[in-house]
């Protein structure tokens, strides 16, 4: 999977100052998360379930 062609987002409440973001992409089975100040660097796959778990589990911090 070529994932320099996914569709790549990160959160509305994200500063363009260069803060600590995450990216996330909608891969066919996966979500596609990578740091947002080194975009060619390492991606991390997850399913769409443990996506949402972690989402949850985010929010309540």
Do not use: Q, Y
Request: charged content about 20%.
């Amino acid at each position: 999977m070529n994932l320099n062609t996914l569709v790549w987002r990160k959160s509305s409440r994200s500063l363009n100052n260069g803060g600590d973001c995450i990216e996330v992409a909608t891969a066919p089975a996966t979500i596609a998360v990578r740091d947002s100040k080194n975009p060619s660097g390492p991606n991390l796959l997850v399913t769409r379930e443990g996506f949402r778990h972690f989402a949850e589990a985010i929010k309540t911090l």
